[in-house]
């Protein structure tokens, strides 16, 4: 028998749900691009607390990770709210994205190491990258994290004719929730 849940991402084996295919379909193609050989998007998931937003991004992961042409990283910035350090910051998404990527990274110190971490030097394959809870880190971090990401999103367009997996930067993708 199932049952009612109003917290937190559902599980459809459970908890009674409404499907949402269309929707899902929507973000995965938003996330992978329609060429994805040439650039995914990076999209901003706003909507009012438990709506769904992070159970449709965990279904979109899913059937992204089917396809073995991405990395796929789910993340939550959720124990980053109460660090106030730009190193506090960066420490708490490093530590985030190799225990998701299970990879060794190295520690970051500035905001523009990150173009680094998310390249050909630490990854073998583009990125598709979901941060959860984004808006839990102090609108300063928000700002910086999103002039870093804007500035890898405009330097992998830059390269025009350069397939996804062989740009520099391989975040194709990024969904900030």
């Given amino acids: 028998m199932r049952q009612f849940s109003s ?5 459809t084996d459970v908890h009674y749900y409404s499907p949402r295919d269309e929707l899902i379909q929507k973000a995965i193609t938003q996330l992978i691009g329609h060429n994805p050989e040439k650039n995914g998007h990076y999209i901003t998931k706003w909507a009012l607390r438990q709506t769904g937003k992070t159970w449709i991004m965990q279904q979109a992961v899913r059937q992204i990770k ?11 910035l959720q ?17 985030k994205l190799k225990q998701c990527l299970k990879i060794d990274l190295p520690e970051v110190q ?18 598709i990258l979901i941060i959860d809870e984004f808006d839990a880190i102090d609108e300063n971090f928000i700002n910086k994290f999103a002039n870093e990401f804007r500035d890898m999103h405009i330097s992998r367009q830059n390269e025009v004719d350069t397939k996804s997996q062989d740009k ?8 900030l929730i």
Wanted: one cysteine or more.
């Fill in 66 to 76: 089917k396809n073995d042409m991405f990395e796929v990283g789910f993340i939550s």
């Fill in 7 to 11: 917290y937190g991402p559902i599980d």
């Fill in 110 to 127: 500035e905001w523009d190491e990150l173009s680094d971490i998310l390249s050909q030097n630490y990854l073998n394959k583009p990125l």
């Fill in 168 to 175: 520099f930067c391989l975040l194709h993708g990024l969904a």
């Fill in 79 to 95: 124990s980053a709210k109460t660090q106030k350090s730009d190193k506090g910051v960066l420490r708490v998404f490093i530590k």
